[in-house]
C-alpha cells in the first residue's frame, strides 16, 4: 500500500502545474501582454465605412496563432472579415461565446488629444478609437482565452471567440454569420457581448456593475411631407416644410405610455437597495404602484435612462427640405430614432405615431431592418458568475440587472435560442464612459489590469 501511495504521488509530481491549472494566471503579466495587443489593435484602422475588418481579423488571428488556437476568417462581403476562434471543452455543458465587433466609427484627428488610430499610452490611458467599442472588450475576451489555454483548464464546455464585421452600421455581419454559419455555434448556451455599463463615480467608488438581459428595438420611420413648391419671397399654407415643423411639435410634445418590463422592475429594485432617501426607496422597491403616483412618475423620469427603459422613445434626428433659402419646398421630411421596449409591436407603435401627428397626408416609412424584442432570463449563471467576481474583487458593490436602450449584435444570437448578455469588462467614470462614440476616446490602464482578471474570473466560473 505504501508503494501504491509512493507511486501516485509521483504520478502526481510528474503532471505540469500548466496542465493541472490549479495556480491562478499572473494578471499582471496577462494585462501587459493585454495592453501590448489593445495597442497594436488599435492601429489597425476598422473605421465603418468602409470597415476594413478583415485585416483587424488578422490581427487577432495572429495573436492566436501564437498561442497554438487556430482561427477562421469568414468574410461577410469583401474586407468585410468575421473572426471564429474555438477552446474545445469536454462538452458536458452547452458552449460559451465570447462576442465582440471589430468595427468602429469614424474619428475625426482635430478634435483628438491624442491621434485616434495610434494606441498610444499617455496620462494613464491607451488612447485610440474603439478602446471602449468594443477594441478593448475583444482583447480581454481573448487574453481570456489565452490564459485559459496556458493553463490548461479542463472546461466543461467549449468557449467560442466570434469578432464581427459592421455593428456600428446595421449588424450586417453578424446577420450573415448567425444565418449561414450558426453551425459553428453549435448550440451555445450563454454569450458575453458589450454592455452592461460598470460604472465609477468621481470619487473612485463603484457605483454598480451591470448586465444588459435585454436591448431595446430600432425602429426608425421616415416622415413625409409634399406641399406647394413656389418663390420663397411668397409664403404659402402648402409648404411641406411648414406643416413637416407643425407634425413635430406634436410629436416632440408627446409622452409615450408607461410600461414596466420585467428587466426594468429588477433594475428599480437592485436601486431600492442602496437608496437612502426613504420615499425614492419605497418607489424603487415597488415601481408598478409608483407608475400609479404622479409625483413618482416624474422622479422616475427625470432621469434620462429610467425614463428610456419606461417607455418608447421618439428622438427627432434628421430634417430636410430645400436645397435653397429661396425655394418653398414641394417635399420635406424628417427621420426619427424610435426605440421599442422589449414585447412593443411597431405596428402599434405607428398607429399610436400616426393619432398623435393627426394628418393622414403623412407618409410613415419605416427606414430599419424590422425586429423582434428578444430577452434573457436576468437569474442564473451568468448573473451568478458576474456576482462571484464582484464579491471577489470589489466586495459590498452592487449588482445590477438592465435593460440596454441602444442595440448590438446580441439580437442575432438571441434569435438562435442563445441566451446573451451584456457585460462590460472594466469600469468607467462618466467622462470615460462619453468617449465612446466621442472624441478622445480612451480607457485608463490600471482598469485594463482589472478587466482581465474580471472577465477571466467569470468565464472560467461559467466554463469549468
Known amino acids: 500500500m505504501r508503494l501504491v501511495r509512493v507511486l501516485l504521488l509521483l504520478s502526481l509530481l510528474a503532471v505540469p502545474a500548466r496542465a493541472q491549472g490549479t495556480r491562478p494566471p499572473d494578471f499582471d503579466a496577462l494585462s501587459a501582454e493585454a495592453t501590448a495587443w489593445l495597442q497594436g489593435y488599435l492601429r489597425v484602422r476598422t473605421a465603418n465605412p468602409p470597415g476594413n475588418e478583415t485585416e483587424g481579423a488578422r490581427f ?18 469583401p474586407g468585410r472579415g468575421n ?22 466609427v469614424p474619428a475625426d484627428s482635430a478634435r483628438w488629444r ?5 494606441g498610444v499610452i499617455a496620462d494613464g490611458d491607451v488612447w485610440g478609437r474603439g478602446a471602449q467599442d468594443t477594441k478593448g472588450l475583444t482583447i480581454v475576451e481573448l487574453a481570456t ?26 449588424s450586417s455581419g453578424s446577420m450573415w454569420f448567425t444565418a449561414n454559419h450558426a453551425e459553428l455555434l453549435r448550440q451555445a448556451e ?31 420611420v421616415r416622415l413625409t411631407v409634399r406641399g406647394e413648391p413656389g418663390h420663397g419671397s411668397q409664403p404659402t399654407s402648402g409648404n411641406a416644410a411648414l406643416r413637416l415643423s407643425r407634425v413635430l411639435g406634436r410629436i416632440a410634445d408627446w409622452q409615450t405610455p408607461l410600461v414596466l418590463t420585467p428587466p426594468a422592475a429588477a433594475y428599480f429594485q437592485a436601486l431600492a437597495t442602496r437608496e437612502a432617501d426613504p420615499q425614492h426607496r419605497a418607489w424603487l422597491a415597488n415601481p408598478a404602484a409608483a ?44 427621420e426619427l430614432d424610435v426605440r421599442l421596449l422589449p414585447g412593443q409591436r411597431p ?30 432570463p436576468v437569474e442564473g449563471p451568468v448573473l451568478d458568475a458576474l456576482t462571484a467576481a464582484v464579491a471577489a474583487m470589489d466586495p459590498g458593490s452592487l449588482v445590477l440587472p438592465r435593460m440596454l436602450t441602444g442595440y448590438t449584435d446580441s439580437y442575432d444570437y438571441r434569435a438562435l435560442g442563445i441566451s446573451a448578455y451584456g457585460l462590460d469588462a472594466w469600469r468607467s467614470t462618466a467622462e ?15 482598469e485594463i489590469r482589472f478587466g482581465v482578471e474580471f472577465y477571466y474570473r467569470i468565464v472560467e466560473q461559467l466554463a469549468r
Do not use: C
Open 291 to 334: 407608475l400609479g403616483d404622479p409625483a413618482a412618475v416624474a422622479w422616475l423620469t427625470s432621469e434620462r435612462y429610467r425614463n428610456a427603459i419606461l417607455r418608447n422613445t421618439v428622438s427627432i434626428t434628421v430634417l430636410h427640405g430645400s436645397g435653397n433659402t429661396n425655394v418653398i419646398p414641394a417635399e420635406a421630411y424628417a
Open 432 to 446: 470615460i464612459s462619453e468617449t465612446t462614440h466621442g472624441n478622445n476616446e480612451r480607457v485608463p490602464v490600471p
Open 114 to 118: 491624442h491621434p485616434p488610430y495610434s
Open 83 to 104: 473572426l471564429v476562434a474555438r477552446l474545445p471543452g469536454s462538452g458536458a455543458k452547452r458552449p460559451l461565446v465570447l462576442l465582440s465587433h471589430i468595427d468602429v
Open 145 to 170: 482565452m489565452v490564459a485559459l489555454k496556458r493553463r490548461g483548464v479542463v472546461l466543461s464546455r467549449d468557449l467560442i471567440l466570434v469578432a464581427n464585421a459592421d455593428e456600428e452600421l446595421g
Open 60 to 77: 487577432l488571428q495572429a495573436v492566436l496563432a501564437r498561442e497554438g488556437i487556430q482561427a477562421d476568417i469568414l468574410e461577410s462581403a
Open 347 to 376: 405596428e402599434d407603435f405607428t398607429a399610436q405615431l400616426r393619432a398623435v401627428i393627426g394628418d393622414t397626408t403623412v407618409e410613415i416609412t419605416p427606414i430599419s431592418h424590422l425586429r423582434a424584442a428578444r430577452s434573457s
Open 190 to 220: 450563454f454569450l458575453l457581448n458589450e454592455g452592461g455599463d460598470n460604472r465609477m463615480g468621481s470619487d473612485g467608488r463603484t457605483l454598480y456593475y451591470g448586465l444588459d438581459a435585454t436591448e431595446k428595438v430600432p425602429y426608425w
